[in-house]
T-cell receptor
Framework: AQSVAQPEDQVNVAEGNPLTVKCTYS??????LFWYVQYPNRGLQFLLK??????LVKGSYGFEAEFNKSQTSFHLKKPSALVSDSALYFC???????????FGTGTRLQVFP | EPEVTQTPSHQVTQMGQEVILRCVPI?????FYWYRQILGQKVEFLVS????????KSEIFDDQFSVERPDGSNFTLKIRSTKLEDSAMYFC???????????FGPGTRLTVL
């Protein structure tokens, strides 16, 4: 079965420190990979995506993610965390021949001042 | 920046009643989606819609559910006879011809009593 795993329910980081939110996937074929962020009482906001090409993709708000095909991972990173980055982060995959996004369970990022 | 909008933000209904959740996708988008998120669980795909017909649906999307694009701007999800287990946050999303990115609305929280 196709699945996405976010192994950490919560990630805590001090403001100014680098952050990593992990995502691994198990799908057949070559997926499209996405990160979304959800702030309280808001919808899912698109952060970045990997379709093809350079394994390091840059997105909104200084976030980036690295696609690693051999490890089937797509970890979200940011060099210097802000308190305002505190939110719920979702990794998602889509196979090229389907419409649906398959989401991970989400990781709550807490950035402390 | 164009956004997907959804109404109402919160809907409370009695079990067995019909509900209609409304979405206004981004104006030049052609592909429309509904997802749901039961409290504490993953975001799950329900259905995708293109060219006035369903293009893909999940096992969740049974005969109790239907979708419609009644005019040039709205996209609706109808649940004919709500059950307690339909209580969830329902997200609408849309995407355009030239992008692989699904843009989400803020969601409608449905509470079935």
């Amino acid at each position: 079965a196709q699945s996405v795993a976010q192994p950490e329910d919560q990630v805590n980081v001090a403001e100014g420190n680098p952050l990593t939110v992990k995502c691994t996937y198990s799908v057949s074929g070559n997926p499209y990979l996405f990160w979304y962020v959800q702030y309280p009482n808001r919808g899912l906001q698109f952060l970045l995506k990997y379709i093809t090409g350079d394994n390091l993709v840059k997105g909104s708000y200084g976030f980036e993610a690295e696609f690693n095909k051999s490890q089937t991972s797509f970890h979200l990173k940011k060099p210097s965390a802000l308190v305002s980055d505190s939110a719920l982060y979702f990794c998602a995959v889509r196979l090229f021949n389907t419409d649906k996004l398959i989401f991970g369970t989400g990781t709550r990022l807490q950035v402390f001042p | 920046e164009p956004e997907v909008t959804q109404t109402p933000s919160h809907q409370v209904t009695q079990m067995g009643q019909e509900v209609i959740l409304r979405c206004v996708p981004i104006s030049n988008h052609l592909y429309f989606y509904w997802y749901r998120q039961i409290l504490g669980q993953k975001v799950e795909f329900l259905v995708s819609f293109y060219n006035n017909e369903i293009s893909e649906k999940s096992e969740i999307f049974d005969d109790q559910f239907s979708v419609e694009r009644p005019d040039g701007s709205n996209f609706t999800l109808k649940i004919r006879s709500t059950k307690l287990e339909d209580s969830a946050m329902y997200f609408c999303a849309s995407t355009g011809q030239e992008t692989d990115t699904q843009y989400f609305g803020p969601g409608t929280r449905l509470t079935v009593l």
